[in-house]
């Protein structure tokens, strides 16, 4: 790939560095750049363009996003859509992310213009958590990077992947001495017993029994005889060596004592073992609090079906420091972050409540198309999205539109003041939003030809902390529906006016815009005259 300045007279084609700004509206950077574009930069005075311009054996930026993203995800990975050479990995499931931290370093040297980041290792992911991210620095990159990245990730099994957490049936034992107050005794169980059932597993079954080594083995015998596993014994006092009470018993019950002490704080006197293949686990007295120690790492990865050796106990001292020390120069901030690497909760609003005035006396948005309303052809195009929720704006005939939609799992919010415009309609409709929506996007119920594709795209190219805050489809240069809004647009969403929408909102928010390519001119396409349905009708039938 050659970048640099370039005139016009040999621009075609190029992908433009950075945007350019013109009456009309800009072009953006990353626009491969057409005979219209060049003779639009020409008409305003433009003689050259900074642009990258692509050699043979090059790969677009997205496509070798793709390609590597679809060799490096393994099992339980959801894979996005390349957007601005990206492309984020995301959790399928509860779990622990699991990949090879030396073949990660080796990829990220393959070439500058390849960056693959990810979180932490074995670090415990709720499904819908993004967990990695492929971003391809230069417009393009040379096949051969591409090929060599991907021999790479041939040679063995996927880079990264999640260990699900599966359920298992844990037993708890207490021990006691005649000084452990009976509160202790049932915070521990009930702090544990937490633990485990956040982490998709059961406690089937627990005892207390005296702070002895017979009686601890005699009770871990009994667990261990009813297909418990783990089981996890709180002793109590702290384990102190490898011929303490806790292990002395595991020991007796016929069991191996596999590993005493980590370099996690809190959590450092946690103890593994095993009896007849089952995970034995001596916890430590930091598991009276729920706050992170070291048991809730190992306990995260017995759960999920990973074993815990020596070299992984070893491995927990990078970043194992867990607690407050009140000597440290800069204690953790106590407030919360909000966390801008989750999938985000993208909502469909679907605008039916219009009067339908140019359809004649029918009602548009319930005529048939293709054997079945209008208006179902595009909720259902939103449910199928899988966005996190779909709302329909209701007005005029409001009970025709619902009948329509009987059966598909929408919510519904009617405005009773539709006849003053659509922007009624979209200010009640983004009024009733839950609260932790991050987006909205904006359906017209007589666009029937939009394709969850569309959606799926412009919820890729969604990124507020990157500026891509308003995402537009378009085609052949021009802006169509749907828009895709982030939050913080909603309280000027409530107060537009008039018939026309948020639209003079992307002038006004120029900076916030991206632009995604629809690929044809459905999103120009609403049917809202008798003439517009039977050409429809006429072109589904031919």
């Known amino acids: 790939m050659k970048f640099g300045p370039q005139s016009l007279d040999a621009a075609e084609g190029a992908i433009l560095a950075h945007s350019i700004r013109l009456p009309g509206g800009a072009i953006k950077k990353g626009t491969q750049l057409t005979a219209a574009d ?17 050699e043979a054996g090059d790969i677009l930026e997205d496509a070798a996003a793709t390609q590597i993203a679809s060799a490096i995800s393994g099992i339980n990975i959801d894979t996005a859509e390349a957007a601005t050479g990206r492309v984020n990995l995301y959790a399928a499931t509860d779990g622990l992310l699991q990949f090879d931290r030396d073949r990660l370093i080796a990829l990220n040297l393959v070439d500058e213009g390849l960056t693959i980041a990810t979180l932490n290792q074995s670090e415990r992911v709720a499904k819908g958590r993004m967990i990695a991210t492929i971003k391809i620095i230069p417009y393009a990159l040379p096949g051969r990077v591409v090929i060599e990245a991907l021999g790479q990730l041939k040679q063995s099994e996927p880079l990264i992947s999640i260990a699900a957490f599966t359920p298992y049936r844990v037993g708890l034992i207490v021990a006691h001495t005649p000084d452990t107050k009976s509160s202790l005794i049932i915070k521990r169980r009930d702090v544990n017993e937490k633990r485990i059932i956040d982490l998709g597993s059961t406690l089937a079954a627990q005892q207390t029994v005296p702070h002895e080594t017979t009686t601890v083995a005699t009770a871990l015998a009994a667990m261990a005889s009813e297909n418990l596993d783990p089981i996890l014994i709180f002793g109590a006092s702290a384990i102190a060596d490898r011929e303490d009470v806790i292990p002395a018993a595991i020991t007796e019950a016929g069991g191996t004592v596999e590993h005493f002490g980590m370099p996690v ?16 686990i001596g916890v430590p007295s930091c598991a009276s609090s729920p706050k992170l120690n070291g048991l809730d790492w190992v306990l995260e990865r017995t759960l999920a079906g990973l074993d815990t050796t020596h070299k992984d106990i070893a491995a927990m001292a990078a970043g194992g420091l867990l607690m407050e020390i009140a000597s440290r120069p800069q204690p953790r901030e106590t407030t919360t972050p909000i966390d801008v690497r989750a999938v985000p909760r993208i909502a469909a609003l ?3 409540a219009g009067r339908s005035t140019r359809m004649g006396a029918n009602n548009k948005l319930t005529e048939l198309v293709d054997g079945q309303p209008m208006v179902r052809h595009v909720v259902e195009t939103a449910l199928a999205a899988n966005l996190t ?10 009970a025709e539109v619902q009948h329509a939609l009987d059966g598909l799992e929408v919510t519904y919010t009617h405005n009773p003041k539709f006849a003053d415009g659509l922007s009624t309609s979209l200010a009640a409709g983004t009024e009733a939003l839950e609260a932790d929506i991050d987006g909205v996007i ?16 412009l919820v890729a190219a969604f ?5 891509r805050a308003i995402c537009v489809p378009v085609y052949n240069g021009k802006r169509g529906n749907p828009i895709l809004w982030a939050a913080r647009f909603f309280s000027d969403m409530t107060k537009v006016q008039g018939d026309t929408g948020a639209r003079h909102l992307i002038g006004e928010n120029a900076e916030w815009l991206t632009e995604v390519e629809a690929g044809d001119p459905s999103i120009f396409r609403d049917i809202d005259t008798p003439e517009a349905l039977e050409k429809l009708r006429a072109e589904k039938n031919s």
């Open 38 to 54: 060049i003779d639009r930069l020409r008409e305003h005075g433009k003689t050259k363009v900074i642009v990258a311009i692509l």
């Open 265 to 280: 704080d809190p959590g450092n006197l946690l103890l593994l073992g095993k009896l007849n293949g089952r995970t034995i």
């Open 350 to 352: 679907v605008l039916a």
């Open 389 to 398: 929720s779909v709302r329909v704006v209701t007005g005029n005939k409001p």
């Open 442 to 457: 904006v359906l017209l119920g007589d666009m029937p030809l939009i394709t969850s594709d569309l959606i799926s795209k």
């Open 463 to 467: 990124n507020p902390a990157e500026n």
